[in-house]
């Protein structure tokens, strides 16, 4: 079982990515609207896949548009890491409604 000390991300990076994805529906008071099956979901998706693309993910999408981002990792014979949560946002909801679990899971 890897250790906490295995795992490092790169804080600037993921507050950076954070940053620029809560650009896309951002509203006045600094929270985001991204609603489900819009074009700023669209763009969030599309941005997001580019980043999983750009981390050597290989991308799945379902029939549902549910995105499967996946990194190989150092062996086959280790169990995998998984995360999951939403790029889309609630009518007012923050600029980390959903999309911090999405970004962190990438982050490790």
Same mark, same amino acid.
């Given at each position: ?11 600037? *990076?993921?507050?950076?990515?954070? &940053? ?5 529906? %951002?509203?006045?008071?600094?929270? =985001?609207? *991204?609603? %489900?099956?819009?074009?700023? +979901? #669209?763009?969030? #998706? +599309? ?7 750009? %981390?050597? =993910? ?5 029939? &549902?548009?549910?995105?499967?981002? *996946? ?11 998984? =995360?999951?949560?939403?790029? +889309? ?5 923050? #600029? ?7 970004? %962190?899971?990438?982050?490790?």
């Amino acid at each position: 079982m890897a250790s906490e000390k295995n795992l490092q991300i790169d804080g600037k *990076r993921l507050w950076d990515s954070l &940053m620029e994805m809560a650009k896309i529906g %951002a509203t006045e008071k600094g929270g =985001c609207c *991204r609603l %489900a099956l819009t074009d700023l +979901d #669209r763009q969030s #998706r +599309d941005l997001f896949v580019q980043w999983c693309e750009d %981390a050597g =993910c290989s991308i799945k999408i379902d029939k &549902m548009g549910n995105i499967f981002a *996946r990194r190989p990792g150092k062996s086959n014979d280790l169990a995998p890491v998984m =995360c999951g949560s939403h790029l +889309d946002t609630q009518p007012t909801g923050g #600029r980390f409604d959903g999309v911090f679990g999405v970004l %962190a899971g990438l982050e490790v």
